[in-house]
């Protein structure tokens, strides 16, 4: 059975920072992508960051370019997500996916249930 699990979610103040992480389990890790989504009330999931295990190549969006940092750590089957410089329009629910590839949310076949990120001005 697939699982994905995602911790590290939490309160922080306005510039703090916050590590997510994503334990993965009952697929071949090393041939998936990773991503992570978040999603505000009312709106779909979008992609921030997303890894590919296989050769590392990584993707984010614009929203959060020198801020986050997608890592894996393929011996614990997990992946990681370092938020710096959190800002309130950071606050959402986040959630980890994975697929042979990096893909907006319609087109990611496994989902974790997602953690509470909250940033407060």
């Known amino acids: 059975e697939v699982q994905l699990v995602e911790s590290g979610g939490g309160l922080v103040q306005t510039g703090g920072s916050l590590k997510l992480s994503c334990a993965a389990s009952g697929f071949t890790f090393e041939t998936h992508a990773i991503g992570w989504y978040r999603q505000y009330p009312g709106d779909e999931r979008e992609i921030i960051a997303c890894i590919s295990i296989e050769d590392g190549g990584t993707y984010y969006a614009d929203s959060v370019k020198g801020r986050f940092s997608i890592s894996a750590d393929n011996d614990k089957n997990t992946v990681y997500l370092q938020m710096d410089g959190l800002k309130p329009e950071d606050t959402a629910v986040y959630y980890c996916?994975?697929?042979?590839?990096?893909?907006?949310?319609?087109?990611?076949?496994?989902w974790g249930k997602g953690t509470q990120v909250t940033v407060s001005s």
């Open positions: 996916a994975a697929d042979w590839s990096c893909g907006i949310a319609a087109v990611m076949d496994y």
